[in-house]
């Protein structure tokens, strides 16, 4: 690591640590001053040579979560970067001329990278990386165009990838590792195929760390990382998540649900009283001249609702949906019953797809394929699904049931049958509506979100955390 980079503002090894802190803050990782107090008591003992010492140990005294790991090492490379400009390395980029501004001879440069490749020098790679990418940049070919006279480098790690086309030479050097192995099986085989793919993975993810450390020489820290650093998995929206952020944040459910039930313990403990019982605390007072010094409170006879969740499974919201019915599944013990019901056009009950020890990977799947929520075109239509849920399934819904209702409220033009929700509002102890659309999207369009919210409280339930923090408080204590 390059220590003159991280005393670079001119205030020192201190100063450079609280700017780095606060950027992490920035990005959503919760960093107090005891953990700050921690990273410069890490700072202090590690030697800066010893890059991916200080990393771990910035990491173990900062994070305090899963799911930030990733934030963490963007951010790192960004604030103690392993090199500045080109660095000094030990590979060279082959050129078409021998001058040392001559363009890169990609061909030669493959061979090379291959070579790496086959071999797994880890170190080399990261070189090859460096060198390549500095060497693309200046030349043009993986930058913004043609430089001319004066004009500065630019660097793609798309257009650095392409030119180095990376993935093409994966059959070249299985067949160089074939000629020298003494187990050609087809075990092996895949063996070796999935290294090298990994080992590509890894090239990849350098080449692409190298254009941020360079991008953010020249453009400034702060704004490569508005751009650059990964959404956390808890902040991710539910409806323009793809599916690898889907899968992770299928992953948080259950630490989510712990944490939830933690808090939850902690509210009960601090609600031990229940109300005052006015009566007792007449009967104390008749002792001190009628001054209620002592009052009574009744005794809390906590008991736990019954849960009915109607959730909208069509294609718009099914990624937001899975996700809560996933968190209510891991929260369920904290119900006396909970019963689910899937809609699209029409409802039908779920609630087998989801009892404890069912398997919930694909169960969204399952629901789709087994349940009778379809019924023309496969269009979310909530009216008719709120009135075939009343004429099947009305008597779920009782003084004892908290009603969860999750989707979008986007009828497509169709009546929302405000009525029959209203009255199975009233049957119920509690109404909740989850809503994943941005506010300030609700009533736009086909949305009856405005007109539904005046029936029962309506929640901007956009991301996990979101999602979190309204479950959290509908718990029930």
């Known amino acids: 690591m390059d220590v003159t980079t991280v005393r670079s503002a001119g205030h020192g090894l201190p100063g450079h640590l609280v700017d780095f802190v606060a950027a992490l803050r920035r990005h959503g990782v919760s960093v107090g001053p005891g953990e700050t107090v921690d990273a410069a ?65 990609v061909d030669a440069l493959r061979v090379v990278l291959a070579d790496l490749l086959r071999d797994g020098d880890t170190g080399a790679l990261a070189e090859l990386a460096r060198a390549a990418v500095d060497a ?97 998995t808890e902040q991710v929206e539910f409806l323009s998540a793809h599916a690898e952020q889907l899968t992770r ?32 605390t007449l009967r104390r007072s008749m002792s001190t001249g009628g001054v209620p010094m002592r009052p009574a409170f009744r005794a809390r006879r906590p008991g736990r609702p019954e849960l009915v969740v109607l959730c909208d499974v069509s294609g718009s919201v099914a990624g937001f949906s899975h996700f809560t019915l996933l968190l209510v599944q891991a929260l369920r013990e904290q119900f006396s019953k909970v019963r689910v019901f899937a809609f699209v056009e ?22 789709l394929r087994e349940a009778d929520v379809v019924a023309f075109d496969g ?20 003084p004892k049931t908290s009603l969860l209702v ?6 497509n033009y169709r009546d929302p049958n405000l009525t029959v929700l209203k009255r199975l509002v009233g049957q119920a102890r509690h109404a909740h509506w989850l809503n994943p659309e941005p506010r300030r999207q609700w009533g736009s369009g086909d949305s009856a979100a405005l007109r539904y919210a005046d029936v029962l409280p309506m929640h901007e339930c956009r991301t996990a955390a979101q999602l979190a923090d309204v479950v959290e408080g509908l718990l029930p204590v």
């Not at 890059?51 to 963490?72: D, M, T």
């Not at 299928?250 to 009960?268: D, E, G, N």
């Open 249 to 280: 944040l299928r992953r948080t459910v259950h630490p989510l649900a712990r944490r939830l039930a933690s808090r939850l313990a902690v509210r009960r403990r601090h609600a031990k009283r229940g109300e005052l019982d006015m009566r007792r």
């Open 406 to 411: 999750l989707g979008d409220a986007r009828t």
């Open 136 to 232: 693309l940049g200046r030349s043009g070919a993986a930058g913004t165009g043609v430089r001319g006279a004066g004009t500065q480098p630019g660097w793609s790690a798309y257009q650095a990838l392409r030119v180095l086309s990376p993935e093409t030479l994966l059959a070249q050097i299985l067949a160089d590792l074939r000629d020298g192995a003494d187990d050609d099986s087809e075990f092996a085989d895949e063996v070796r195929r999935r290294e090298i793919r990994d080992r590509i993975a890894a090239f990849r993810k350098m080449v692409t760390d190298e254009v941020r450390r360079r991008s953010a020489e020249v453009r400034g820290r702060e704004q490569v990382a508005r751009s650059a650093v990964p959404t956390q």
């Open 41 to 105: 008591r890490v700072l202090a003992v590690l030697d800066m040579v010893h890059r991916e010492h200080v990393r771990e140990g910035l990491a173990a005294s900062l994070l305090r979560r899963s799911g930030q790991r990733e934030v963490f090492d963007t951010l790192f490379d960004l604030y103690f970067p392993a090199a500045l400009g080109a660095g000094v390395g030990e590979v060279d980029v082959p050129r078409v001329e021998d001058a040392d501004g001559g363009p890169v001879d």
């Open 346 to 367: 029409r409802a039908d009950e779920v609630t087998h797809l989801f009892d404890p020890g069912a398997e919930l990977s694909g169960v969204m799947q399952r629901v």
């Open 379 to 398: 269009h979310s239509d909530y009216g008719g699904s709120f009135g075939s849920f009343a004429e099947h399934w009305g008597d779920a819904v009782g």
